[in-house]
Structures are given as C-alpha cells and as structure tokens.
C-alpha cells in the first residue's frame, strides 16, 4: 500500500526556518514526481515545490521562489522542503503527493496524498 508521511511542522515567528520530510513506501519512488502542496483555511490547495530527479524536474511557486528548497533522498525515499524566511502568509497544512506524469503541478495529476502537517507562522 502506497503511503506518504509528513513531518516537521510546526510554530514559527516570521523570518524563522522549518524542514519539511515526505517519507514514502509501497511505490517505486524513482519513478513519480513528489509534490509539496499547502492549504490555508478557507483556500484552494496550491502548489509550492516539486520535484523529480529522473528528468531533472524541480518547480517553485513564485510565491516561494528564493526562500523554500526542495531536495530528495533516495536511499531514504524521502523528500524535504527547506522552508527560510517564513512569512505569515505561509501558514497552512502542508501535504506532500506523488505523481505518475510528467512535470506535474495541478493537484489532480497527483495520485498519492499524505495527511499533512501544519505549518503556523506568527508574531
């Protein structure tokens, strides 16, 4: 059975770091794309980062350009999302996906989805 794993969120002040794991098992990990979303309350899901290391495939939402970096670990399976110069406008649930296709980024092509974790950044 597929299944993804977040961990490392947590409360933040502004200008604060958080690490972001994504720990899967029961696929073939070189083979998808992991994704990292976020969903504050009242929002839609949007795309942060992805990333997939067969084709070279690593995406940035503007939003987090220069501040947030996503790297992968295969020997672990794991995926991580550096997470520098919080702002407030970060806090969400965070939720890591894995896709089958080809550069992905719209939740839809996403077939496996973790339970999330909770990213809180305030003053």
């Known amino acids: 059975e597929a299944q993804l794993v977040e961990s490392g969120g947590g409360s933040v002040q502004p200008g604060g770091s958080l690490r972001l794991s994504c720990a899967a098992c029961g696929f073939d990990f070189d083979d998808y794309a992991i994704g990292w979303f976020r969903q504050a309350p009242g929002k839609e899901r949007e795309a942060v980062s992805a990333?997939?290391?067969?084709?070279?495939?690593?995406y940035y939402a503007d939003s987090v350009k220069g501040r947030f970096t996503i790297s992968s670990d295969h020997a672990k399976n794991t995926v991580y999302l550096q997470m520098n110069s919080l702002k407030l406008e970060d806090t969400a649930m965070y939720y890591c996906?894995?896709?089958?296709?080809?550069?992905?980024?719209?939740?839809?092509?996403?077939?496996?989805w973790g339970q999330g974790t909770q990213v809180t950044v305030s003053s």
């Open positions: 990333i997939s290391t067969g084709d070279g495939y690593i």
């Open positions: 996906a894995a896709a089958e296709v080809v550069s992905p980024i719209e939740p839809y092509e996403y077939r496996y």
